[in-house]
């Protein structure tokens, strides 16, 4: 069965700080795996997407990398900023998803 | 925790039948719920958000008379694919917010629809 851990589960920065977002997953069978960022009463918004085959995947001021043989993903948050302040999820898709419990994360001005 | 359910898991269908996909909170009442579709080799997309008692408001692009939203109560919220086709074979996964953590989302297991 797919466990999926994130670390830290919470962390306040203060704004600028570059950070990273761990995510550990159990079953390294997975088709993809995917970063997103949780609003409340907004639903889930994807944030990158990294396919099995890749390594690391780029978007503006976040870079997510993964290691599949070893079970672990990262997200890197270049120079912080109060708008990134959200939960962040990274889920493994295989037989089906499989989420993490998040990392809430505060940027403070 | 709480648990959210979805029922059918997998579901195989004829083109131009409807499918309905129930959405249930288990142990709590969910103020709102959300519907998602993922296609192969895509990120997770949401389709819709429904608050219980009210209409759902739908992404764009998505069809809100192909794509019937119900949530009639606070613990199902029901998806149905009317007139399906093979394009719409996807995999399916609603989530449900209201739990012990009132800002939390806690999601279904989603169900694998395929259209032949």
């Known amino acids: 069965k797919q466990e999926v851990t994130q670390i830290p589960a919470a962390l306040s920065v203060p704004e600028g700080e570059n950070l990273v977002l761990n995510c550990s997953f159990t079953?390294?069978?997975?088709?993809?795996l995917q970063w997103f960022r949780q609003d409340p009463g907004k639903g889930l918004t994807s944030l990158l997407l990294?396919?099995?085959?890749?390594r690391e995947q780029t978007s503006g001021r976040l870079n997510a990398s993964l290691d599949k043989s070893s079970g672990r993903s990262t997200l890197y948050i270049a120079a912080s900023q109060p708008g990134d302040s959200a939960t962040y999820l990274c889920?493994?898709?295989?037989?089906?998803?499989?989420f993490g419990p998040g990392t809430r994360l505060s940027v403070l001005p | 925790g709480a648990v959210v359910s979805q029922h059918p898991s997998r579901v195989i269908c004829k083109s131009g039948t409807s499918v309905k996909i129930e959405c249930r909170s288990l142990?709590?009442?969910?103020?709102?719920m959300f519907w998602y579709r993922q296609f192969p080799k895509q990120s997770l997309m949401l389709m819709a958000t429904?608050?219980?008692?009210?209409?759902?408001?739908?992404e764009q692009g998505v069809e809100k008379d192909k794509f019937l939203i119900n949530h009639a109560s606070l613990t199902l919220s029901t998806l149905t694919v009317t007139s399906a086709h093979p394009e719409d074979s996807s995999f399916y996964i609603c989530?449900?917010?209201?739990?012990?953590?009132?800002?939390?989302?806690?999601f279904g297991p989603g169900t694998r629809l395929t259209v032949l």
């Open positions: 989530s449900a917010e209201g739990g012990p953590l009132q800002i939390r989302e806690y």
């Open positions: 079953d390294s069978a997975i088709y993809n």
């Open positions: 990294i396919q099995s085959s890749q």
């Open positions: 889920a493994v898709y295989g037989q089906n998803f499989v």
């Open positions: 142990d709590f009442q969910a103020t709102t």
């Open positions: 429904s608050n219980e008692g009210s209409k759902a408001t739908y």
